[in-house]
Nanobody, 128 residues
Framework: QVQLVESGGGLVQPGGSLTLSCAASGSLAEYYGIAWFRRAAGKEREGVSCIQSSDHDTYDAESVRGRFSISIDNAKNTVYLEMKNLKPEDTGVYYC?????????????????????WGQGTQVTVSG
């Protein structure tokens, strides 16, 4: 069984920065993928970014490209999402998700059905 714990959310002013963490534990696959999704109020969950533990290959949404950066510390089984130049439209609950099905494919990395385990979510609010 795999568990995911997110942390690092909070309230930040537009233009500010936050870094989210997703700590994975339990029966992890030798190689796995972790993605960040977010859900704004009244909207469906959307993929933000993902990374593979094997080669650190990444995919990200066009809306965050150049502002968000995903990374992984394999020794800690922890994935980070560094968010810069935050905008009010980045507000939402951010979830990390785990998949043991590798490799993550370019055309399906942001499909929620590709992920087997989800964290509880952390709130990010950009306002001020």
């Amino acid at each position: 069984q795999v568990q995911l714990v997110e942390s690092g959310g909070g309230l930040v002013q537009p233009g500010g920065s936050l870094t989210l963490s997703c700590a994975a534990s339990g029966s992890l696959a030798e190689y796995y993928g972790i993605a960040w999704f977010r859900r704004a109020a009244g909207k469906e969950r959307e993929g933000v970014s993902c990374i593979q533990s094997s080669d650190h290959d990444t995919y990200d949404a066009e809306s965050v490209r150049g502002r968000f950066s995903i990374s992984i510390d394999n020794a800690k089984n922890t994935v980070y999402l560094e968010m810069k130049n935050l905008k009010p439209e980045d507000t939402g609950v951010y979830y990390c998700a785990y998949t043991a099905v590798m490799p993550i494919l370019r055309w399906s990395w942001n499909d929620v059905s590709e992920y087997q385990v989800w964290g509880q979510g952390t709130q990010v609010t950009v306002s001020g």
